[in-house]
């Protein structure tokens, strides 16, 4: 809730008591909102080395990637094991989470786009979230000194 420096009534509707001045000045004791994204990128298998030594060079310094199987637009294909035909729904793809401060965003989307492209159906997608807050575990950091 944004805070305005107007008076505001301790009592805004009948039972609900609320003091729109105290919240600013806790507001404003709090540490200024540190805003921080996580990307998450879905890409071909063999285009992981390249986009972690591409997201290397711009300065990203940590990437979680996980083995994934899964569809879209692709829909799959069909196989042919031993005579008989099979239908692979699931395709192997590997899932990038990545956790930035928000200045970063555009270089980090745009380098995973330019690095992941083959040209071909199924080159991935990139998601972008908010992230409300991280801790490092170890040291107790946290917002945008934890990434």
């Given amino acids: 809730m944004p805070c305005v420096n107007d008076q505001v009534p301790d009592t805004i509707t ?7 001045n105290q919240a600013c000045q ?3 004791d709090m540490k200024e909102t540190q805003h921080m994204k996580l990307v998450i990128a879905i890409i ?8 972690r030594e591409a997201l290397s060079e711009i ?4 990437i979680t990637a996980t083995e994934v199987k899964g569809f879209g637009r692709q829909k799959g294909h069909t196989e042919l094991y031993r005579g008989a035909e ?3 729904d699931f395709l192997p793809k590997v899932k990038l989470e990545i956790a930035i401060d928000d200045t970063m965003l555009d270089r980090v989307t745009e380098t995973i ?5 083959t040209g071909k159906i199924g080159d991935g997608k990139i998601f972008v979230l908010n992230i409300e807050q991280a ?3 170890r040291t107790g950091e946290s917002g945008t000194d934890a990434l």
């Fill in 14 to 20: 009948a039972g609900w008591n609320f003091n729109l």
């Fill in 26 to 28: 806790q507001q404003g």
């Fill in 44 to 51: 071909k298998p063999f285009k992981l080395d390249d986009v």
């Fill in 59 to 62: 300065g990203v310094q940590g």
């Fill in 86 to 88: 099979y239908v692979v």
């Fill in 113 to 117: 786009s330019k690095t992941a492209l």
């Fill in 135 to 137: 801790i490092r575990i």
